[in-house]
């Protein structure tokens, strides 16, 4: 009789490991992640150091007000109208919350959260580089200009593709 609660023990231990195996295998996980952690290992001291701890990724619609208000996406009224009529759904906003660890410049362990953003006109969840992703409000260029080696950073986010 103690052959089916050992039995049973197995397969649900099976099923648990199954599903972490799953959840973080990168294969599996959305572009968007993808293209967050590849935007923050840009920014890091040693970007080899980089591990997820965790993540958590949602999506919401947003007004055309709201899509339009970036200022990349300054664009005329006849160009607004014609990508609102265009449009099969309502813009939408991806966020993904990831934790993540690493280490500094000088080797020191650090933790940290990003929050990663990307609005998608089609409701794609595929931003194609990381340029298009903001972290924490704002865009690689822009996080790279406040830095004290600014120059530098600049020319490598320019050769991203």
């Known amino acids: 009789m103690r052959i089916k609660p050992a039995i049973a023990a197995v397969v649900v231990s099976g099923l648990v490991v199954g599903y972490a195996y799953l959840r973080d295998h990168p294969s599996l996980t959305s572009q968007l992640v993808q293209t967050c952690e590849k935007t923050i290992m840009e920014r890091l001291a040693v970007p080899s150091t980089y591990q997820r701890q965790s993540v958590d990724a949602s999506a919401r619609e947003v007004s055309w007000d709201e899509f339009f208000a970036e200022p990349e996406r300054s664009v005329s009224d006849s160009t607004r109208k014609a990508m609102i009529q265009a449009a099969r759904l309502p813009p939408v906003q991806f966020i993904a919350l990831i934790a993540y660890q690493a280490q500094d410049s000088t080797g020191a362990i650090i ?3 990003a ?3 990307f609005n998608s006109l089609d409701g794609s969840d ?3 580089a990381t340029a298009f992703m903001k972290i924490d409000g704002e865009r690689n260029v822009q996080w790279a200009a406040r830095q004290p ?6 020319r490598g986010l320019r050769q991203q593709p």
């Open 126 to 128: 595929a931003p194609s």
């Open 111 to 113: 933790r940290e959260s």
């Open 115 to 117: 929050t990663c953003t």
């Open 149 to 154: 080696n600014a120059a530098t950073l600049q």
